[in-house]
């Protein structure tokens, strides 16, 4: 079972910026959305369908999302990211807007899942990173931006997730949350983090989560 993250937070707040220090050879960015990476990026390259090699891939297609995670580690990739996550709904529901009724609701929810499930089905060494922008649910709380109350019935995203980060900015450095304030859906397993804000560096905590796993 892979190792799915689920990292929030608003635009420019420093998740895309935590991958500076992965290694590209072993890191594999999937883009809802096409846009440069916040850093230098020599090493990261378009992803070759056909040769298997690269860094980068644009894609909202679900099923492809699906196929790509579940099959990167055969190509060494154990760092799977997963950027602007909440796009792959916003832009199939904008395909879809002109269909009346609710299923389409349920199919994307569903289509949702499937790329969670594709997440968890990897080998234990693979984490999965998605990367979501947030809103105020109910109650004020801070949660993973979906496209409304209809798909929210369907699914709760962070429910799917053990860990859950939350991008913080303090005194012009950027840092992640790892323990819920009360009014956000932050959670990490016991005794993984001991400080309540660490380093937006993925690389950093991408090992100690493997290293708590065991794997």
Same mark, same amino acid.
Request: aromatic residues 10%.
């Given at each position: 079972?892979?190792?799915?993250?689920?990292?929030?937070? #608003?635009? /420019?707040?420093? =998740?895309? +910026?935590?991958?500076? %220090?992965?290694?590209? &050879?072993?890191?594999?960015?999937? *883009?809802?959305?096409?846009?440069?990476?916040?850093?230098?990026?020599?090493?990261?390259?378009?992803?070759?369908?056909?040769?298997?090699?690269?860094?980068?891939?644009?894609?909202?297609?679900?099923?492809?999302?699906?196929?790509?995670?579940?099959?990167?580690?055969?190509?060494?990739?154990?760092?799977?990211?997963?950027?602007?996550?909440?796009?792959?709904?916003?832009?199939?529901?904008?395909?879809?807007?002109? #269909?009346? /009724?609710?299923? =389409?609701? +349920?199919?994307?929810? %569903?289509?949702?899942? &499937?790329?969670?499930?594709?997440? *968890?089905?990897?080998?234990?060494?693979?984490?999965?990173?998605?990367?979501?922008?947030?809103?105020?649910?109910?109650?004020?709380?801070?949660?993973?931006?979906?496209?409304?109350?209809?798909?929210?019935?369907?699914?709760?995203?962070?429910?799917?997730?053990?860990?859950?980060?939350?991008?913080?900015?303090?005194?012009?450095?950027?840092?992640?949350?790892?323990?819920?304030?009360?009014?956000?859906?932050?959670?990490?397993?016991?005794?993984?983090?001991?400080?309540?804000?660490?380093?937006?560096?993925?690389?950093?905590?991408?090992?100690?989560?493997?290293?708590?796993?065991?794997?």
């Amino acid at each position: 079972m892979g190792i799915p993250v689920m990292i929030l937070g #608003e635009s /420019g707040t420093g =998740k895309s +910026t935590s991958l500076r %220090n992965l290694d590209p &050879q072993t890191t594999l960015v999937i *883009q809802a959305i096409d846009k440069p990476l916040p850093f230098r990026q020599d090493k990261w390259k378009s992803w070759d369908d056909e040769n298997k090699t690269g860094q980068i891939i644009v894609s909202d297609n679900w099923q492809y999302i699906c196929n790509v995670v579940k099959g990167s580690h055969k190509y060494g990739k154990t760092q799977i990211i997963i950027d602007d996550c909440q796009y792959i709904m916003a832009n199939e529901y904008m395909r879809r807007c002109s #269909e009346t /009724g609710f299923t =389409k609701f +349920t199919e994307i929810a %569903n289509h949702m899942w &499937q790329i969670i499930m594709s997440a *968890q089905s990897t080998p234990p060494n693979v984490s999965v990173y998605f990367m979501s922008h947030t809103e105020q649910g109910e109650g004020g709380k801070t949660k993973a931006k979906t496209i409304g109350k209809m798909l929210d019935e369907k699914i709760t995203l962070e429910g799917m997730f053990t860990i859950v980060f939350k991008t913080v900015i303090d005194d012009g450095r950027y840092f992640f949350s790892t323990k819920n304030n009360g009014f956000d859906t932050v959670k990490t397993p016991m005794d993984m983090f001991s400080d309540t804000l660490i380093d937006n560096d993925l690389h950093t905590i991408d090992n100690t989560i493997k290293q708590y796993f065991g794997v």
